[in-house]
């Protein structure tokens, strides 16, 4: 598609800090291009409905440090049909949109294919707290959402001390536990409770609870993905079988807002910017934009989707061999 001439750009599914930052440099960089830049409003729901604007530079002015996403998002159901991928694909012909750039997570992507099946160029920014793309090695918010859950951890830390407390912490992550497991290990969590691992809370927790009071431990962190489910189940046994005072807080969409960290201001830059070279290229196949080794690279989108992302073993392992080692004489 070189010489592009109009692109839209959407965001899809749940939000992510740094799609704002996306958006800006998909804009500027495009602008740069002298290539029209076509806003489509709250996803593919948007695009079926025709909500679209244009997009110019000093629209995109100041985004970048601000959470959210200024083009909205939502999840469409009519999108989900052959006759809602047709209807969306009609549109982009209408309004002359040469290809699309689509900001999300999987579900996005996915939608994304469909539309190239109809003859729609497309390329995918990843963009989830959960960072849990095969296809990428980070994806957009996740690192802001581990700061926002850490630094709400480091609170709890400091009033469960004072009470002699354990403080369950529910964060986000329904299919993943990389948000869990990245967290627990930045807040020193006594446990970290994720999807992928079978769960004996007795072994996990309670033991690990236990051997922590021998050597004078009175508070303690355990940090839940919440597709593990049971949270406050979890809470009452705990309190039951230490005798210690058990609270139970959930995170929730706390983790989704907020200003972008720098590092994802700086990926999310990245790869809008490579977006749109690669949208303006000349291969016509839809691609992804992935990280890779420290780099910013691009790849077919049926066979990033294709691809599964894996639990890091190693950072499982040394979670517990850190936050769970205690000698006499130290807390």
Do not use: W
């Not at 926002?148 to 469960?160: H, S, V």
């Not at 200003?259 to 910017?273: Q, Y």
């Not at 016509?284 to 066979?303: K, L, Q, Y």
């Amino acid at each position: 598609m070189a010489g592009a001439q109009r692109i839209g750009i959407l965001t899809s599914g749940g939000d992510a800090p740094g799609m704002n930052p996306a958006i800006r440099a998909v804009v500027r960089a495009a602008v740069e291009q002298h290539i029209t830049c076509i806003g489509i409003r709250r996803g593919y729901a948007g695009l079926i409905n025709g909500d679209v604007f244009e997009l110019t530079g000093s629209d995109v002015d100041g985004i970048s440090r601000r959470g959210g996403t200024i083009l909205y998002t939502a999840r469409s159901e009519e999108f989900r049909t052959d006759e809602g991928v047709k209807k969306a694909a009609k549109v982009c012909k209408y309004l002359g949109i040469d290809g699309i750039i689509a900001i999300g997570g999987d579900g996005t992507f996915r939608g994304a294919l469909e539309l190239a099946r109809q003859g729609i160029r497309v390329v995918g920014i990843p963009a989830t707290i959960d960072n849990d793309m095969g296809c990428t090695e980070y994806t957009i918010g996740f690192d802001t959402a581990c700061n926002t859950a850490m630094e709400a951890i480091d609170k709890l830390r400091d009033t469960g001390q004072s009470h002699d407390r354990v403080s369950v912490v529910e964060v986000m992550g329904r299919n993943a536990g990389h948000l869990a497991l990245y967290t627990g290990i930045a807040a020193g969590a006594s446990a970290v409770l994720i999807p992928e691992k079978e769960i004996d809370l007795e072994q996990d927790v309670i033991d690990v609870i236990r051997r922590g009071c021998i050597h004078g431990r009175r508070h303690h962190i355990i940090v839940v993905a919440e597709g593990v489910g049971y949270v406050n189940s979890y809470a009452k046994e705990i309190e039951k079988q230490t005798g210690l005072e058990t609270r139970v807080t959930v995170l929730g969409y706390i983790q989704r807002g907020g200003a972008p960290s720098g590092r994802d201001r700086v990926s999310a830059s990245m790869m809008g910017v490579r977006a749109v070279n690669v949208l303006c290229g000349e291969d016509e196949e839809s691609r992804v934009i992935v990280a890779r080794n420290g780099r910013f690279e691009d790849m077919p989108i049926e066979e990033a989707l294709q691809m599964e992302r894996k639990l890091d073993e190693e950072m499982y392992a040394a979670c517990y061999r850190i936050n769970t080692s205690y000698h006499a004489g130290r807390k």
